[in-house]
């Protein structure tokens, strides 16, 4: 108990450190924000009554506008949470870390503080795209609220292991740079699973590839959710992904951070 609630005090004093350097330096979050907000626009304005024709129910946009959103929503969650791996390995390179290692605070509230921020950052930017896709048509006005907040709490756990996964990548990397290019297959991921035609429309050879990649359950989980398809087995499937990503994240960052005090 007697280090609890100094650590307590620590995370939240670097999540402030954290949260304040955003909101200084927003351009990166707004660029990353922009990938999603365009695909959403260019995908339903441009491809839209041709993509909706591959869809059941097919040559209606509003069909199309409804599933490909949940695609769209985890996609702003891997955009945003580069701005995570970014961070860091500014931190990194720039020596904060360093002075941060000769002063009296605990060890683990750096990080925690990078990883808090960046969920945030991620849920706000969902919220967001999401006024976005309600303003053009998106509706689910079949799920009940624990449905809503099912897929509100999928949401906050995706984003969370893509964030460690983040932290990671920026604590291997050597640069703000490198670390941008590397944490890229976040943005790269969605556009190769369910997010924007189905899975079963994909070639033969391709689809175990789509199917069971981290956003493909969980987009499928989303649709269900939201829109009342069948869920089947993605539920479980896309839950194992979030902890098995958040222990891997985790157990990355941790390492590396630990290894460089020595």
Same mark, same amino acid.
């Given at each position: 108990?007697?280090?609890?609630?100094?650590?307590?005090?620590?995370?939240?004093? *670097?999540?402030?450190?954290?949260?304040? =350097?955003?909101?200084?330096?927003?351009?990166?979050?707004?660029?990353?924000?922009?990938?999603?907000? *365009?695909? /959403? /626009? /260019?995908?339903?304005?441009?491809?839209?009554? !041709?993509?909706?024709?591959?869809?059941?129910?097919?040559?209606?946009?509003?069909?199309? &506008?409804?599933?490909?959103?949940?695609?769209?929503?985890?996609?702003?969650?891997?955009?945003?949470?580069?701005?995570?791996?970014?961070?860091?390995?500014?931190?990194?390179?720039?020596?904060? &870390?360093?002075?941060?290692?000769?002063?009296? &605070? =605990?060890?683990?509230?750096?990080?925690?503080? =990078?990883?808090?921020?960046?969920?945030?950052?991620?849920?706000?930017?969902?919220?967001?795209?999401?006024?976005?896709? /309600? @303003?053009?048509?998106?509706?689910?006005?079949?799920? !009940?609220?624990?449905?809503?907040?099912?897929?509100?709490?999928?949401?906050?756990?995706? +984003?969370?292991?893509?964030?460690?996964? @983040?932290?990671?990548?920026? *604590?291997?990397?050597?640069? @703000?740079? +490198?670390?941008?290019?590397?944490?890229?297959?976040?943005?790269?991921?969605?556009?190769?699973?369910?997010?924007?035609?189905?899975?079963?429309?994909?070639?033969?050879?391709?689809?175990?590839?789509?199917?069971?990649?981290?956003?493909?359950?969980? &987009?499928?989980?989303?649709?269900?959710?939201?829109?009342?398809?069948?869920?089947? =087995?993605?539920?479980?499937? +896309?839950?194992?992904?979030?902890? +098995?990503?958040?222990?891997?994240?985790?157990?990355?960052?941790?390492?590396?951070?630990?290894?460089?005090?020595?």
């Amino acid at each position: 108990m007697s280090t609890l609630a100094p650590a307590l005090r620590d995370s939240a004093t *670097m999540l402030r450190r954290n949260l304040l =350097h955003a909101r200084r330096y927003p351009s990166l979050t707004l660029n990353l924000l922009l990938t999603p907000v *365009m695909l /959403l /626009l /260019l995908f339903v304005y441009i491809f839209g009554n !041709t993509m909706s024709a591959g869809i059941a129910g097919g040559g209606d946009r509003s069909d199309y &506008i409804a599933y490909i959103v949940p695609g769209i929503l985890l996609m702003t969650i891997g955009s945003t949470v580069i701005g995570a791996a970014v961070s860091v390995a500014t931190d990194m390179s720039e020596g904060i &870390i360093a002075r941060f290692r000769t002063m009296a &605070i =605990h060890r683990g509230s750096v990080l925690v503080g =990078h990883v808090v921020g960046s969920v945030l950052q991620s849920v706000a930017s969902v919220v967001l795209v999401g006024a976005v896709a /309600l @303003a053009i048509g998106f509706r689910s006005t079949d799920a !009940t609220a624990l449905e809503w907040l099912a897929a509100f709490g999928l949401l906050v756990l995706f +984003a969370l292991a893509l964030t460690w996964i @983040a932290v990671g990548m920026g *604590m291997a990397s050597p640069n @703000a740079e +490198a670390a941008s290019n590397s944490a890229m297959p976040l943005i790269l991921l969605p556009l190769i699973s369910s997010a924007f035609t189905p899975v079963d429309a994909m070639p033969g050879w391709f689809q175990p590839i789509a199917e069971y990649q981290p956003f493909t359950p969980a &987009i499928e989980t989303l649709r269900g959710l939201l829109l009342g398809t069948g869920i089947g =087995h993605n539920g479980w499937l +896309a839950v194992a992904w979030c902890l +098995a990503l958040t222990a891997l994240g985790y157990r990355w960052s941790t390492t590396a951070f630990n290894r460089g005090q020595k």
